[in-house]
């Protein structure tokens, strides 16, 4: 998938198209637009009861392959880390970590006001270290 830089941050014309016009798993999610006062989100997917019952059937196929069990893995680990964030403080770790997205955002510049408070947030979650942590604070 292609990420460009976009007025909310990392932007992905293909997830855009899936998301609103699927080829495939019809009927498994909705997409609920972003509300006038949201600069942040773009919206959500949610998924519907059929689109539940589908995850755990892959799921449980994907899991009956010894090979996916670390891509599983991985892939929860990741789930349950950004369940943890703000978008807030995902959209610091992006800029902080892909700078290239900083450039056509109109949110940047609020969040890198809030860095500080963003980041001390962030240590007190358990989500950084301390050298990361400085490496953010040191970070432009």
């Known amino acids: ?8 941050g990392p932007y992905s014309e293909e997830i855009q198209q899936v998301i609103r016009s699927p ?41 009956a392959n010894f090979q996916m069990e670390p891509i ?20 610091l770790l992006i800029y902080d970590t892909y700078p290239e997205y900083q450039k056509k955002s109109d949110v940047f510049e609020s969040i890198r006001k809030s860095k500080k408070r963003l980041a001390d947030s962030l240590v007190k979650k358990g989500l950084i270290d301390k050298d990361r942590y400085e490496d953010l604070m040191a970070s432009s």
């Open 23 to 63: 080829f495939n798993l019809i009927d498994c999610w909705t997409y609920t637009p972003p509300a006038r006062h949201d600069t942040l989100s773009g919206g959500y997917v949610e998924l519907t009861p059929h689109g539940r019952q589908e995850y755990k059937r892959l799921y449980t196929a994907s899991s």
């Open 72 to 91: 599983l893995a991985a892939m929860t680990m990741v789930r349950e880390l950004y369940d943890k964030l703000s978008l807030e403080e995902l959209l």
């Open 1 to 8: 998938m292609n990420f460009i830089s976009h007025y909310r």
